[in-house]
């Protein structure tokens, strides 16, 4: 299986200021469409994850513009330049091109 | 607006069935892989099992495999699945998902509880 291995698991953040998650993939996730299938999702307390980003840095609609991800293959960033309350919550990466799916274990991220 | 209505979680001794039912709008079901993944409380996010637009392929997490089995009914716009032998550990909230390459939709869940 893939492991997807993210990095810190707890972030402690200011207001205000940036922050960054990392993701790892055991494998690559390039797809022979020459897709990379790598999505980040943020689940608020008591809410259902909601898919911030696909494709690796395609932002979905209604994100706002201060939630960015980056890398190509295995290495993989979520960022956020400007860290909002509503941004509390727990982000997860998932890889969508190797079976089964698999999900990093899960970055929380707390004021 | 798309929407994902999951039911038929409930509390059942270990050893049970059970089976949940997700009915899907507000999109093409028929075209669309779906998705089921799990999360057990206090716990990350499990995949469990996937299905091809037309049923023609299964997937499924090798924890379930043999005891799960997913399908979908397309004129009826739902998604299935069919929980036997629940273990303790497949207690989890269940969420109906849609899509499997980049899944974007998320039904609220349905709780199972496999406890004696």
């Known amino acids: 299986d893939v492991v997807m291995t993210q990095s810190p698991l707890s972030l402690p953040v200011t207001l205000g200021q940036p922050a960054s998650i990392s993701c790892r993939s055991s494998q690559s996730l390039v797809h022979s469409d020459g897709n990379t299938y790598l999505s980040w999702f943020h689940q608020r307390p008591g809410q259902s994850p909601r898919r911030l980003i696909y494709?690796?840095?395609n932002r979905d609609s209604g994100v706002p513009d201060r939630f960015s991800g980056s890398g190509s293959g295995t290495e993989f960033t979520l960022r956020i330049t400007r860290m909002e309350a509503e941004d509390v919550g727990v982000y997860y990466c998932m890889q969508g091109i190797h079976w089964p799916r698999t999900f990093g274990q899960g970055t929380k991220v707390e004021i | 607006e798309v929407q994902l209505l999951e039911s038929g979680g409930n509390s059942v001794q270990p050893g049970g069935s059970l089976r949940l039912s997700c009915v899907a709008s507000g999109f093409t079901f028929s075209g669309q892989f779906m998705t089921w993944v799990r999360q057990a409380p206090g716990q990350g996010l499990e995949w469990v099992s996937s299905?091809?637009?037309?049923?023609?392929?299964?997937y499924y997490a090798d924890s379930v495999k043999g005891r799960f089995t997913i399908s979908r009914d397309n004129p009826k716009n739902t998604l299935y699945l069919q929980m036997n032998s629940l273990r303790v550990e497949d207690t989890a909230l269940y969420y109906c998902?849609?899509?499997?390459?980049?899944?974007?939709?998320w039904g609220q869940g349905t709780l199972v509880t496999v406890s004696s």
């Open positions: 299905i091809y637009n037309d049923g023609s392929a299964t």
């Open positions: 494709k690796v840095s």
């Open positions: 998902v849609k899509g499997a390459f980049h899944p974007d939709y």
